[in-house]
């Protein structure tokens, strides 16, 4: 019912809203516009200016560390700052208490910002040391530096704020989180229950090495996350075992099934699982047990594909073992799509802005941390990659659910170097530069280009149908999105619950207090870098 509720009010509400208030302003676009170049200049430096509240959200959630469908601290965090500065914040959306839309301004264009949140398990580390220190032994930590995001989104956001109020410049501005796109189980819900019918341009932000952007297909895949359980029938292991049927048995020869049929598949796709529950003790036949799989492919198509026979290898596993199976779908993604006009015009943003000015500590970690992972210490990047058309064969890799959104609205992802290059990802060693001031210095300059952008798309409404001649003629001419998820599922927000209550009330102790330290690192008493561990 709430999800109806609040399907409504996304489809009726805003769009009333923004047809009664677009005729109004044209003069103050037309006005604005002649002055672009200087309104750029402005807004890169009141994001340069606004560089504190940037490191303290950065600090501040890495701090949390919070895991997919859990980041509570984090949504409760970046949502009051929104609302402190006069945005309206709808919680609790597509059924996931975590989620949120915040908007602010009236009328067209509405322009979406969006960036993942979620932590990834055992990723706890100390930022600013060159090798492995877990803050708490095993707990989550921002292995990919997700902590980062909202922050550019935020401090391009208020700095567009000041300026559309002052020029009086119609449009809206909607930020909005990545629940658990470590799972890749959030985005597609919140496109299915239409929280992006009345946007314009979705301009996304993920943490990177460089600062790049691209259109097209980008390398990596899409895929659908589900876990097959199976259930039999308990005895006693050595008593009886013949009364038993064993669940455990079915996954095992599901996995079985599915590692001889690898060999067989397209050399682009990528597939892999855990085994979530293989029973309680050795001697209870398991009768129930599950094995979650990610299934992921270059296109949707062939993701279908072979999501069909993975339950095929599921049904074949009951008939071998007496057992029954069900599935539910945890996550998926399509394969992303980026707008090419956006992209474009994001580029010439980049190229004015340009990668930041990292100092000889940056570049010590950086080369200090590569060091430890056993690759080559070329330290940071000091070159912008080539804005380059798509390739013509995109190679496989990992998804993001971005892409969902980007089959709905003409979207791209804007990457910005808050990381150091060539780590392992999803990976202690990604967060070590997470709360220093390679994150701070990258995410800044990411925000220099998100407002940059957003201002292009402000005062050169010409972009925006541009771009969506290109979402309608070229990207969706022939593929047509049909999400793989039904109007039944849901998201799994039970997920991480367990983990998160037993770590908890450990990470509490060591969540930034910005009133005390004027950064994390000075919290934890670490001395950047620190390249090598003390001797004791
Ligand atoms: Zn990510």
Not at 35 to 47: D, F, G, H, N, W
């Amino acid at each position: 019912m709430r999800r109806t509720a609040l399907l409504v009010c996304s489809l009726l509400t805003i769009p009333q809203l923004a047809l009664a208030q677009t005729a109004a302003e044209p003069s103050a676009v037309a006005a604005s516009a002649d002055r672009l170049p200087s309104l750029k200049q402005e807004i890169a430096a009141s994001v340069e200016a606004n560089g504190k509240l940037t490191q303290e959200m950065i600090d501040m959630i890495f701090s949390f560390g919070e895991l997919a469908f859990q980041e509570v601290e984090t949504s409760r965090y970046v949502t009051e700052i929104l609302e402190k500065n006069g945005f309206a914040v709808e919680r609790g959306i597509s059924g996931m208490p975590t989620a949120w839309i915040a908007r602010w301004g009236t009328g067209k264009p509405v322009i979406a910002f969006g960036s993942d949140i979620d932590g990834i398990p055992k990723a706890s580390q100390k930022p600013g040391v060159a090798y492995h220190e877990p803050m708490i032994e095993g707990a989550p930590g921002h292995g990919e530096g997700h902590n980062s995001g909202q922050a550019v989104n935020v401090t391009a956001a208020l700095a567009l704020k000041t300026i559309m109020e002052r020029e009086k410049l119609p449009g809206t501005l909607v930020l909005w989180p990545g629940v658990a796109e470590e799972l890749l189980a959030g985005k597609a819900y919140m496109v299915r229950d239409g929280h992006f019918k009345d946007v314009d341009a979705v301009l996304f932000t993920h943490v990177g090495d460089n600062l790049d952007v691209t259109w097209g297909q980008p390398n990596g895949t899409g895929m659908i996350s589900v876990e097959y359980t199976f259930k039999g029938e308990s005895a006693h292991s050595a008593a009886r075992p013949w009364r038993g049927r064993s669940a455990l048995d079915a996954v095992e020869l599901m996995n079985i099934g599915w590692n001889f049929r690898r060999e067989h598949l397209e050399p682009e796709q990528r597939s892999h699982y855990v085994i979530k529950n293989g029973g309680d003790q050795p001697n209870v036949v398991p009768s129930l047990a599950s094995v979650w799989y990610f299934i992921r492919e270059m296109d949707a198509a062939d993701i279908e594909k072979n999501f069909g026979i993975a339950n095929k290898m599921a049904e074949a596993a009951t008939m071998m073992t007496d057992t029954t199976v069900s599935r539910r779908i945890i996550g998926s993604a399509w394969p992303r799509h980026f707008n090419k006009v956006i992209a474009e015009t994001m580029s010439e943003n980049i190229t004015a802005v340009g990668l930041p000015k990292w100092s000889e500590d940056d570049q010590a970690l950086a080369k200090g941390t590569q060091r430890t992972v056993k690759v080559k210490d070329k330290g940071l990047a000091t070159e912008l990659e080539k804005f380059k058309p798509p390739a013509e064969k995109p190679e496989s890799g990992g998804s993001d659910d971005i892409g969902d959104i980007s089959w709905a609205v003409p979207t791209v992802t804007l990457r910005y170097p808050s990381n150091i290059p060539d780590l392992p990802g999803h990976h202690w060693a990604n967060a070590i530069s997470m709360a220093t001031p390679i994150a701070h210095k990258g995410a800044t300059a990411g925000a220099k280009v998100m407002a940059m952008t957003t201002l292009d798309l402000l005062l050169r409404p010409e972009l925006i149908t541009q771009a969506w001649t290109y979402y309608k003629d070229v990207q969706t001419k022939e593929v047509k999105y049909k999400p793989f998820i039904s109007t039944d599922d849901k998201p799994a927000t039970y997920i991480n619950a367990d983990v998160m209550a037993q770590y908890r009330p450990e990470m509490k102790k060591f969540y930034y207090n910005p009133a005390l330290y004027p950064n994390y690192l000075d919290q934890l008493g670490i001395k950047y870098p620190t390249l090598e561990k003390a001797a004791n």
